[in-house]
């Protein structure tokens, strides 16, 4: 039995995720600064996170789906030095973000022993998300070739039940396809999503299904109508063991003052 000090190291994993950046640097949500909350939440991870191996950004990194905001997304995260790989959400225009930073939209990521699955989910010029069927394809064929690895796969779209009726409509409307095939893999070890701006973690037949704050507003937990939260932005990081555990938690930005103007256009 190998000594605890021979152990191979967890792999170190930081998801941000629905910063919604403006092409403006005074762009706001409900009055909130979203690079402003950004910046403050990368801050907070150089200090609690030394060692980071992939930074995942798992959609709506902008809002109006402009090159400056991709732009800035890109220089405020490059601060934590990590390789990154980003997936689009409703908000976002796939194409720009492919134009900003090609070497960053990447479906399948290999790193230790495990491998990353980086999903489209975004429907052109809805809010809800569908996996068509190229993704569909994308998934069968990166969990087939997965071989001893273990997975973790990611979309935007949330695809199990959150308790928030509001929230159920907008999303991922062919989630039984993708909950069909991620039981069918025994190397599936986890789905982690963006979109619903909150908190959330459980698991399902063997499969942990996690979510993360936003770097900007929260939506209220449980809410049966729209209803945001004056919690502080996010993020969530991830320990991947090369046994397949998984160790993970939120962190907020707890001496970020969150002062929301419900008059203020919003979400």
Request: hydrophobic share 40%; charged share 20%; proline share 6%.
């Amino acid at each position: 039995m190998p000594q605890p000090h021979s152990l191979p190291s967890p792999i170190h994993v930081v998801q941000l995720t629905d910063a919604h950046l403006f092409a403006d640097p005074a762009g706001t949500l409900l009055g909130l600064n979203t690079r402003a909350s950004l910046g403050h939440v990368i801050d907070q991870v150089r200090r609690e996170q030394p060692r980071i191996d992939l930074l995942l950004c798992t959609g709506d990194l902008s809002q109006d789906a402009s090159v400056a905001s991709y732009q800035v997304f890109s220089e405020l995260t490059s601060k934590l030095g990590a390789p990154a790989r980003w997936l689009p959400g409703n908000h976002d225009e796939a194409q720009v973000m492919l134009a900003v930073a090609p070497e960053l939209v990447q479906a399948v990521t290999d790193i230790g022993q495990w491998r990353i699955v980086m999903l489209d989910s975004a429907v052109v010029g809805a809010t809800f998300g569908v996996l068509a069927d190229d993704q569909l394809a994308l998934l069968d064929q990166a969990l087939n070739s997965a071989g001893e690895r273990h997975c973790l796969v990611c979309c935007h779209h949330q695809p199990v039940d959150i308790g928030c009726a509001w929230i159920a409509p907008i999303g991922l409307r062919n989630a039984d396809e993708l909950l069909q095939r991620l039981h069918g893999y025994p190397q599936v070890k986890a789905m982690l999503w963006g979109h619903i701006h909150q908190e959330w973690d459980e698991v399902r037949a063997g499969i942990r299904f996690l979510a993360t704050p936003s770097t900007c507003i929260q939506f209220a937990p449980r809410s049966e109508e729209f209803r945001v939260s004056e919690e502080q932005p996010g993020y969530r990081w991830l320990r991947l063991h090369a046994d397949g555990r998984l160790e993970t938690g939120v962190e907020r930005a707890r001496d970020f003052e969150v002062r929301l103007d419900f008059d203020s256009p919003g979400y």
